[in-house]
């Protein structure tokens, strides 16, 4: 896994943490989660995970952290964190996916709001096959002040996440679903799926096909449960196909897609429109659609891309406002290191369509 990128901030009053974790549980003052792992051989996850009860930890392992926590005398205190946040200058963030800009865009609102409070911010990448935890490893490491996790597509177990909380303050962004355990701000995926297909059907579009990155997106799961249940209510026979996650599979696969689901001789003679479930899937759509020379095939996008407007035709989309979500998120996350108590908080950004030509073409 790539090392984490660190973004600097104005110097605060207190000492900003260390640029390298540490190495061993002999520290002065209180104990810390990573100095748990070292003592006990493991990841500061796995330790989180055994501290407050997670599953998928042997039991061998799981006596030997608590032995280490119970000899370092470490013991799991958010209020007693919140005290200390002089030591702790700097928030993490944890995304999906540097190269896509979407997650740009949330850490621009994030970083933002951090320089305003003398914090540098520390981000780590899930990126493809890579689980939640991995990317938070190094930022527990750092002892950062809190969390704002972006890697909603990777998924997390919920004890996982339970298990976090619990240990610092974690907000959520792009979250599949409301968490018992941290505030969240997303959208309503689901929704999102059933509203672009129903503007489809409206401009009489029966065989639509919806495409996404892959099984394993859990975003673009309810996405795709929006789109199935917007065509069973209208009477129509879905049709679903993944692309993958990577740039270099994503066109080359698409063009695949495309050929099979438009030739003359597939099922109704062929789609009339398509949906793109998420913007890493809608470029390369766009580029096989381009090559096949598809030009009267409607399409439409979850997520605005910069120079849709320069498609032929100017691509439909369905827009949630990054900006807002990003800056809510750490809103959200600053309140609660300043003390905010209250149960989590669950925010829906809306949804908005901006009509532009290629979801409006008539059925091929």
């Given at each position: 896994?790539?090392?984490?990128?660190?973004?600097?901030?104005?110097?605060?009053?207190?000492?900003?943490?260390?640029?390298?974790?540490?190495?061993?549980?002999?520290?002065?003052?209180?104990?810390?989660?990573?100095?748990?792992?070292?003592?006990?051989?493991?990841?500061?996850?796995?330790?989180?995970?055994?501290?407050?009860?997670?599953?998928?930890?042997?039991?061998?392992?799981?006596?030997?952290?608590r032995a280490a926590a119970r000899e370092l005398g470490y013991s799991v205190n958010r209020q007693a964190r919140t005290l200390r946040r002089g030591?702790?200058?700097?928030?993490?963030?944890?995304?999906?996916?540097?190269?896509?800009?979407?997650?740009?865009?949330?850490?621009?609102?994030?970083?933002?709001?951090?320089?305003?409070?003398?914090?540098?911010?520390?981000?780590?990448?899930?990126?493809?096959?890579?689980?939640?935890?991995?990317?938070?490893?190094?930022?527990?490491?750092?002892?950062?002040?809190?969390?704002?996790?972006?890697?909603?597509?990777?998924?997390?177990?919920?004890?996982?996440?339970?298990?976090?909380?619990?240990?610092?303050?974690?907000?959520?962004?792009?979250?599949?679903?409301?968490?018992?355990?941290?505030?969240?701000?997303?959208?309503?995926?689901?929704?999102?799926?059933?509203?672009?297909?129903?503007?489809?059907?409206?401009?009489?579009?029966?065989?639509?096909?919806?495409?996404?990155?892959?099984?394993?997106?859990?975003?673009?799961?309810?996405?795709?449960?929006?789109?199935?249940?917007?065509?069973?209510?209208?009477?129509?026979?879905?049709?679903?196909?993944?692309?993958?996650?990577?740039?270099?599979?994503?066109?080359?696969?698409?063009?695949?897609?495309?050929?099979?689901?438009?030739?003359?001789?597939?099922?109704?003679?062929?789609?009339?429109?398509?949906?793109?479930?998420?913007?890493?899937?809608?470029?390369?759509?766009?580029?096989?659609?381009?090559?096949?020379?598809?030009?009267?095939?409607?399409?439409?996008?979850?997520?605005?891309?910069?120079?849709?407007?320069?498609?032929?035709?100017?691509?439909?989309?369905?827009?949630?406002?990054?900006?807002?979500?990003?800056?809510?998120?750490?809103?959200?996350?600053?309140?609660?290191?300043?003390?905010?108590?209250?149960?989590?908080?669950?925010?829906?950004?809306?949804?908005?369509?901006?009509?532009?030509?290629?979801?409006?073409?008539?059925?091929?």
């Open positions: 896994m790539a090392d984490p990128v660190v973004r600097s901030a104005p110097p605060a009053p207190s000492s900003a943490p260390s640029s390298a974790p540490p190495t061993a549980p002999a520290r002065a003052g209180r104990a810390t989660l990573v100095d748990v792992a070292a003592a006990a051989g493991t990841s500061a996850s796995t330790v989180s995970r055994v501290l407050h009860g997670g599953a998928g930890v042997t039991d061998e392992l799981a006596e030997r952290v030591k702790d200058t700097a928030i993490g963030v944890a995304l999906e996916d540097f190269t896509i800009p979407f997650f740009g865009r949330i850490v621009a609102q994030v970083e933002q709001a951090a320089h305003e409070r003398g914090y540098g911010v520390v981000i780590t990448c899930a990126g493809s096959g890579r689980s939640e935890e991995e990317a938070v490893e190094p930022l527990l490491s750092r002892s950062v002040a809190g969390l704002v996790v972006a890697t909603g597509t990777a998924g997390a177990p919920e004890g996982y996440l339970a298990a976090l909380a619990a240990e610092l303050p974690v907000v959520q962004v792009d979250a599949p679903s409301a968490s018992s355990h941290s505030d969240t701000v997303g959208i309503d995926n689901e929704a999102a799926g059933r509203l672009l297909t129903e503007h489809l059907l409206a401009h009489g579009h029966r065989r639509v096909l919806f495409v996404g990155s892959g099984p394993a997106a859990t975003t673009v799961q309810l996405r795709r449960r929006g789109y199935e249940a917007a065509m069973r209510e209208a009477g129509l026979e879905p049709l679903s196909t993944w692309l993958g996650y990577l740039p270099s599979e994503t066109t080359e696969r698409a063009v695949d897609v495309l050929r099979e689901h438009t030739a003359s001789g597939a099922p109704g003679g062929g789609i009339t429109a398509v949906l793109s479930g998420v913007a890493r899937v809608t470029m390369g759509l766009a580029s096989a659609m381009a090559r096949l020379g598809l030009r009267d095939l409607a399409y439409a996008a979850v997520d605005d891309l910069a120079g849709a407007d320069a498609f032929s035709p100017p691509l439909t989309v369905l827009e949630q406002d990054v900006e807002v979500m990003g800056a809510r998120a750490a809103e959200l996350l600053f309140a609660r290191i300043d003390g905010d108590r209250r149960p989590p908080v669950h925010e829906r950004v809306p949804l908005r369509l901006i009509v532009r030509g290629s979801g409006e073409l008539p059925p091929r």
